[in-house]
Nanobody, 119 residues
């Protein structure tokens, strides 16, 4: 199993920045992909950014050019650097990892962290 713990959420100003770390523990060597989803009130949970084991990155169109996902393998931590924040970025942000057990890939989730951006 893999455990994911997010931090760094809180209040941000429009145009400002926040950084969200996600610390992974457990079978981190089996993580194939790890990233961030977000869910605003009344909306579906959407993928924001993801990085896979080869280092390839994906960004949702809504955050391209503003958000950057990175990882520190020594600390088993993934970061979401959020710049040029907008009120539309307000949501609960969830860290998620796809973990291989040799047969299939299972998804693990963190508890979520609230990000609120004021105008």
């Amino acid at each position: 199993q893999v455990q994911l713990v997010e931090a760094g959420g809180g209040l941000g100003q429009a145009g400002g920045s926040l950084r969200l770390p996600c610390a992974a523990s457990g079978r981190t060597y089996s993580i194939l992909r790890i990233g961030w989803f977000r869910q605003a009130p009344g909306k579906e949970r959407d993928l924001v950014a993801q990085i896979n084991s080869s280092g390839s990155r994906f960004y949702a169109d809504a955050v391209k050019g503003r958000f950057t996902i990175s990882r520190d393998n020594a600390k088993n931590t993934v970061y979401l650097q959020m710049n040029s924040l907008k009120p539309d970025d307000t949501a609960v942000y969830y860290c998620s990892a796809g973990v291989s057990n040799g047969v299939r890939t299972d998804d693990y989730w963190g508890q979520g962290t609230q990000v609120t951006v004021s105008s």
